[in-house]
T-cell receptor
C-alpha cells in the first residue's frame, strides 16, 4: 500500500497563476483533509471531505477550492495564487466518523512557493 | 472553539534521558481525543500516540507515554531513553468536531533536540 501520496512535491508559482494539488489514498478512507503548515503556526485545516462528492470548509479556506469526485482522490485548487499562500501543504485521510480513534494518515507534503 | 497550547518552543535533552513535552487543551466537549505527531526534518507527519477522553489509563506506545490529567486539561508526551533520532518537531492535536465531520486541531509544536 502506498498510503497517502501527494503530487507535486515542490512547485514555484508566480502571483496570479493557478494550480491543482492532487492527493490520493489507497486505504479506502472516507475522510480526507487538506492542511497548510506555516513556520510557527502548526497545521491549519483548509478544507475537508467526509465522502465522495462532499466537501466542507475548515479554518482557513479563503483562496482555495477543493473537489472529491472519486473516493480515493482529493484535489486542492488555487485559482489565483498569492504570496500569502506560500506554505507546505499536507493531505491526510482517516476512517469514518464512527471511529472515535480517527487517526489521520498524512501524505509527504507539497512545498509551494508563490513569487 | 477548541484550543491546543504547547508552551515550549524548543527543548534540549541528553541522549538516554527522559523528556516531557507539554500540551494543554481547552474544550467544553465531554468526548474528545488527543494525538501526538512527530515531524522530523524530512517533513513527514508520523503518528505517535492517542488518548481518548474516556480512557482510564494513560496511553503508552513503546518509549512514548502520554501523561493525561483530565482535570488539569493536560496531555503531556513523555519520551523515555531519548535517542538522537528523536530530534524533531512534536505536535499535540485534538480531534475537533466540524459541521459534518471531524478534523484535528494542532498546537504550534515543540522542537526537540537530543544531544550526545
Amino acid at each position: 500500500n502506498a498510503g497517502v501520496t501527494q503530487t507535486p512535491k515542490f512547485r514555484v508559482l508566480k502571483t496570479g497563476q493557478s494550480m491543482t494539488l492532487l492527493c490520493a489514498q489507497d486505504m479506502n478512507h472516507e475522510y480526507m483533509y487538506w492542511y497548510r503548515q506555516d513556520p510557527g503556526m502548526g497545521l491549519r485545516l483548509i478544507h475537508y471531505s467526509v465522502g465522495e462528492g462532499t466537501t466542507a470548509k475548515g479554518e482557513v479556506p479563503d483562496g482555495y477550492n477543493v473537489s472529491r469526485l472519486k473516493k480515493q482522490n482529493f484535489l486542492l485548487g488555487l485559482e489565483s495564487a498569492a504570496p500569502s499562500q506560500t506554505s507546505v501543504y499536507f493531505c491526510a485521510s482517516s476512517y469514518s466518523k464512527g471511529s472515535s480513534y480517527n487517526e489521520q494518515f498524512f501524505g509527504p507534503g507539497t512545498r509551494l512557493t508563490v513569487l | 472553539a477548541q484550543k491546543i497550547t504547547q508552551t515550549q518552543p524548543g527543548m534540549f535533552v541528553q541522549e538516554k534521558e527522559a523528556v516531557t513535552l507539554d500540551c494543554t487543551y481547552d474544550t467544553s466537549d465531554q468526548s474528545y481525543g488527543l494525538f501526538w505527531y512527530k515531524q522530523p526534518s524530512s517533513g513527514e507527519m508520523i503518528f505517535l500516540i492517542y488518548q481518548g477522553s474516556y480512557d482510564e489509563q494513560n496511553a503508552t506506545e513503546g518509549r512514548y507515554s502520554l501523561n493525561f490529567q483530565k482535570a488539569r486539561k493536560s496531555a503531556n508526551l513523555v519520551i523515555s531513553a531519548s535517542q538522537l533520532g528523536d530530534s524533531a518537531m512534536y505536535f499535540c492535536a485534538m480531534r475537533e468536531a466540524f459541521f459534518s465531520g471531524y478534523a484535528l486541531n494542532f498546537g504550534k509544536g515543540t522542537s526537540l533536540l537530543v544531544t550526545p
